[in-house]
């Protein structure tokens, strides 16, 4: 079972709501979902977070991966990124990042809770 606490940022409330479920099904805390970058940061600085789940493209032109820079050093947050974009220069910039993973959407519930059983395996 996961254990872990972790933030959602996406900016679609529908995939949302549905990582949340899956997060939670998989014995996660979901502490809080955020669809801008505003309000990602007032839940961190409200209840921290193990990880969060971040989407690449959060809304027009803004950057989740820069975003994600910031919860990682400021927080110590672990990052899975959630991309629909699977082309080469979006994996470059991730790959770049070194997050702790990233799922292709979509992605099925198992490949959800695989990632986040790796994650709660390191404590």
Request: net charge negative; with cysteine; aromatic share 4%.
């Amino acid at each position: 079972m996961c254990a872990l606490k972790v933030l959602i940022v996406e900016d679609e409330w529908l995939n949302a709501d549905l990582i949340g479920m899956l997060a939670e099904d998989c014995g996660c805390i979901v502490t809080g979902v955020a669809n801008t970058i505003e309000s990602a940061l007032l839940l961190v600085e409200a209840e921290p977070a193990d990880m969060a789940l971040v989407d690449v493209q959060l809304g027009t032109g803004v950057d989740g991966i820069a975003f994600a820079a910031t919860l990682r050093d400021r927080h110590g947050m672990r990052i899975v990124f959630m991309t629909g974009a699977g082309d080469h220069e979006t994996m470059q910039r991730i790959a770049a990042f070194n997050p702790f993973a990233a799922i292709l959407k979509p992605f099925t519930a198992q490949q959800l809770q695989d990632v986040l059983d790796r994650a709660a395996a390191l404590g």
